[in-house]
């Protein structure tokens, strides 16, 4: 079965027409992934969803996790992304994850969680330290929810210290994170189509 992968943008910008630095990181591990046959079916905004806090499935009327929660699920890989603010992930990305939490009660017979099988990756950008960080947050929330991580699983870029320049704003993509993009992308790919043809046993 060919891999699909969806890509999660946790910028505070909840217009999806505004520029983000963040879909410019997650267009470097798109064309990436096309070079491994993973195709990104879409990039979701999630600040223009109203998505409710809480940490079960279902929020109540108006809530839009659900449909988002179904649309994660259908997809082999999660390609999260999003900015450093404060030297840490986005109040947006902590609210999925929040979401993310009942999956912890909803395993089946033998403990798996809907999450099981399935591989995630960061794509991280920002214009202070905090990279690392920002992907160990993610990285243990998330394997703590099911999710399987692979090697070299995040792709991040870092501006100067109260620098003026977004990666967006960048002539050309450095080297490095174009590089890193293709063992992200290279690494996930193998480890999705593993588990794809071998589930977890449980």
């Known amino acids: 079965m060919p891999l699909k992968a969806l890509a999660l943008n946790c910028t505070l ?15 470097v591990l798109k064309h990436a992934f096309s070079d491994r046959q993973v195709t990104i079916t879409e990039t979701v905004r999630v600040a223009a969803l109203d998505i409710k806090a809480g940490v079960t499935s279902d ?7 659900p449909a988002l929660r179904e649309k994660i699920l259908a ?10 603010w404060m030297g840490q992930i986005s109040s947006v990305a902590k609210r999925v994850l929040e979401r ?40 243990q929330a998330l394997n703590d929810v099911g999710w399987t991580i692979p090697a070299v699983a995040a792709c991040y870029w870092v501006g100067e210290a109260m620098g003026s320049t977004d990666f967006k704003d960048l002539a050309t993509t450095p080297d490095k994170v174009t590089e890193t993009a293709k063992m992200v992308a290279g690494n996930a790919a193998h480890l999705a189509g593993l588990l794809q043809k071998n589930p977890y046993p449980g």
């Not at 999806?16 to 267009?27: F, K, P, Q, R, Y």
């Not at 929020?59 to 996790?65: F, L, N, Q, S, Y």
């Not at 997809?75 to 450093?84: N, Q, V």
Request: hydrophobic residues 45%; without cysteine; glycine residues 12%.
């Open 100 to 139: 993310m939490d009942a999956f912890l009660s909803e395993a089946d017979d033998q403990g798996r969680m809907p999450s099981y099988g399935k591989v995630a990756v960061a794509a991280i950008v920002g214009n202070e330290d905090g990279a690392h960080f920002s992907s160990a947050q993610l990285f």
């Open 75 to 84: 997809h082999d890989i999660l390609i999260f992304g999003g900015p450093i």
């Open 13 to 27: 910008k909840s217009d999806a027409n505004e520029a983000s630095s963040t879909d410019a990181m997650i267009a």
């Open 59 to 65: 929020e109540g009327d108006g809530d839009a996790w």
